[in-house]
């Protein structure tokens, strides 16, 4: 079993920065690719970025520029700086790892952008 523990959302203003992590937990991890998502009010699950174990990484074109996806393997953990946040980018963000054959999800984290 893999645990997944995110943090770093919260409340900005427009223009603002915030940076989330997801920490991954468990016994014999070895973790191929990693992602965020996030779920808006009202629409649908979407692909925010995705990182491979060797730093391939792959964004929305909504987040392109403003958002950048890393990670440290060697802590099993994920981040996913993001700028220039925008009130569209509100919406409850979850990482999403894959560990051998098999994927979790965390519980997600609030992300608030408003004046």
């Known amino acids: 079993q893999v645990q997944l523990v995110e943090s770093g959302g919260g409340l900005v203003q427009p223009g603002g920065s915030l940076r989330l992590s997801c920490a991954a937990s468990?016994?014999?991890?070895?973790?191929?690719?990693m992602g965020w998502h996030r779920r808006a009010p009202g629409k649908q699950r979407e692909l925010v970025a995705t990182?491979?174990?060797?730093?391939?990484?792959n964004y929305a074109d909504s987040v392109k520029g403003r958002f950048t996806i890393s990670r440290d393997n060697a802590k099993n953990t994920m981040y996913l700086q993001m700028s220039s946040l925008k009130p569209e980018d509100t919406a409850v963000y979850f990482c999403?790892?894959?560990?051998?054959?098999?994927?979790?999800w965390g519980q997600g984290t609030q992300v608030t952008v408003s004046s």
């Open positions: 999403a790892v894959r560990n051998y054959f098999s994927n979790y």
């Open positions: 990182i491979t174990r060797g730093y391939s990484t």
């Open positions: 468990g016994s014999g991890l070895f973790i191929s690719d």
